[in-house]
């Protein structure tokens, strides 16, 4: 079962690679902002919670996310198909907490991509998506807080799937299709261990 996270600082693609990923090989598309921005778009009671800190650029608590993950998705379920997590762990105690939970079971996660984007690009599609997304953290001071938030919180996730062997970092700089090739040639190369 083919099951992988892909991570990167904000408006690296994960959510764009992720959507040809699940076409290419039926995966299921597990992303925590996603699931979050579903919460505040039905203003349920956790939704405002993680508004507040979305908003401000922060990431929202461990156990939230966490819980969150655990009720809205069957990752712990028997399935048909293999998943991407995409922007989950975003600090080393939810990597923690996920090997915890996945280990030795059919939902084992088999690596990690790092997509890797320079700054300068990184703030050019955010600013452009922020145009028409709506999304209260496209904006100029708050992207410059995620991105400092990833280098602080995030980017250590990365030292631990090194750890572990299961790190692998791709170019993010280029066309969105150049992008995916080489992201295909990564997940290809594991299969064929
Ligand atoms: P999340 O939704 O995960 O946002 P993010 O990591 O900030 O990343 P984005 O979704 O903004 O970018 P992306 O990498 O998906 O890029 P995309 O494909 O959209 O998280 C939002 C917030 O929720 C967090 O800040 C945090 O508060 C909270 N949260 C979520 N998960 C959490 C967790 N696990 N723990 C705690 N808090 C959590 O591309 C970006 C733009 O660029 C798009 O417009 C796209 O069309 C364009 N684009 C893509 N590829 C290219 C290319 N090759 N060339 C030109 N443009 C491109
Ligand atoms: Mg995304």
Redesign the pocket.
Known sequence: MLNIM?C???????????ALLVEKYNLKHL???????AEIESKSEVGIL?DS??SK??????E??IEI?LKSTDLLANKSCGFIL??????VE?AMALENISKGSPNDINFLID?Q?ETK?LIT??L??GET?G?S??NLDTIKK?LQ??ETKTAPVNDYYKGLGKYHAIN?????D??FSRISEVINTEFKK
């Open positions: 892909l990167g600082a904000p408006g690296c693609g994960k959510g764009t690679q992720s992303s925590t902002g996603e699931l979050l921005r993680a800190y979305i650029g922060n990431l929202v608590p461990d939230m996310i993950l995409d922007g989950f762990p975003r600090t939810q997509i984007v690009e599609r955010l452009k998506r997304s999304r953290d496209d995620r938030i990833y993010g700089m280029g066309e969105v150049e992008i």
